[in-house]
């Protein structure tokens, strides 16, 4: 080789030699530079949040259906990576966790954080097999090192139950149950701990809750589904909130979650579906709007906010349309609030 093309060969950068994503993961995903400072792409401010959480629960389907799109130009898009590849490990996808872990790495990820996810998905596999034959003490140890290496500092007990709930849901083991045994003679962890059970937790109070969602708060709901939620004696009502708040968001794989979880915890299935149908009543109002049938959405978004047969004041349902406008462009939503706000009595 001439000293020319060995001086243009060492200009290449290892970035340069990762083209594309392989075929298992779908769409080609081209490992692109940042895009210029004056260029705005727009991402998805809440898909970090909701990856940890999926994290936390032990939802590796969720973190597996990652699109090449959500990671391509966000700006956490090294730990999103990582996060992704952890569901593809639990998935027994090995060869799409590795392309996106050498993803991460060409992102900037911190190779501490690396070793940290993956010593935790050992943990939490070994843990998924000692449940499996039965040995319900060593589960539980593996299970808590899962979350001890992969969260450090935070609260291990109750990311726990989070994780063993998840966990036995998905390998059909004593899901009703809702119990590990450490041992005879020795603590009982609830994986779902019963409410009378979670008493001494600190209730999130559901008429604030109830405020929001009248409100329309979508992303603040959605935000209860934590590990959180898991202790709380109202978790059945708070799980049914924050499906309310992914529909709106267009977010189907946390309304899914939450709504198996609301009827896990005892939310009667009627009350589930009304609440869903309020959000399509809401969803079918903003369209009304947007062909200038306001006195049908008037009508519609009192119908989506009705509980049982109270009828809710007609400041709530300007509260709720005046939210839902902020999200619409192109539009002059105090004109629009004013042209609705004549059918509203």
């Known amino acids: 080789m001439s000293k020319s ?92 966790a590795r392309q996106l872990i050498r993803l991460s790495y060409d992102w900037g990820v911190d190779k501490k954080l690396v070793s940290q996810i993956l010593i935790a998905g050992v943990r939490n596999t070994l843990g ?58 020795e603590t009982v962890l609830r994986a779902f701990p019963h409410p009378e059970t979670a008493a001494s937790a600190e209730a999130i109070s559901l008429e604030e809750i109830h405020h929001a969602w009248q409100a329309g708060r979508w992303e603040y709901l959605a935000s209860i589904d934590n590990a959180e939620m898991v202790s709380q004696p109202n978790r059945a009502e708070l799980a049914v909130y924050a499906a309310a708040g992914y529909q709106q968001l267009d977010d189907m794989v946390g309304l899914r979650r939450c709504s198996r979880l609301a009827v896990e915890w005892g ?29 049908s959405a008037a009508k519609t978004f009192i119908a989506a906010l009705k509980i049982g047969v109270v009828a809710p004041k007609p400041q ?10 902020k999200s619409l462009k192109n539009i002059d939503a105090e004109q629009v609030l004013d042209g609705i706000a004549s059918h509203l009595n």
């Open 5 to 96: 093309k060995r001086r243009k060969a060492s200009k290449i950068r290892p970035s340069e030699t990762v083209s594309h994503m392989p075929t298992a993961l779908g769409p080609v995903c081209p490992a692109q530079a940042p895009a210029p400072a004056s260029q705005h792409i727009p991402h998805d401010a809440h898909v970090l949040d909701r990856a940890r959480t999926q994290w936390q629960f032990g939802d590796w389907e969720s973190l597996a259906e990652i699109a090449c799109d959500t990671l391509q130009h966000h700006p956490e898009r090294a730990k999103l990576a990582l996060l992704a590849a952890a569901g593809h490990l639990q998935q027994n996808d090995p060869n799409a």
């Open 128 to 185: 998924r097999a000692a449940a499996i034959s039965g040995h319900q003490a060593r589960a539980l140890k593996h299970f808590e090192a899962a979350m001890a290496v992969g969260m450090p500092g935070s609260d291990t007990k109750l990311l726990t139950q989070a994780r063993i709930g998840e966990q036995l849901c998905q390998l059909g083991l004593n899901a009703s149950g809702r119990t590990i045994r450490v041992g005879v003679g």
């Open 267 to 295: 939310c009667p299935r009627d009350k589930l579906k009304c609440m869903l149908a309020a959000g399509i009543r809401n969803t079918l109002a903003i369209l009304e709007i947007l062909t200038g049938k306001y006195e």
């Open 316 to 325: 709530i349902v300007k509260d709720r349309i005046r939210r839902q406008l």
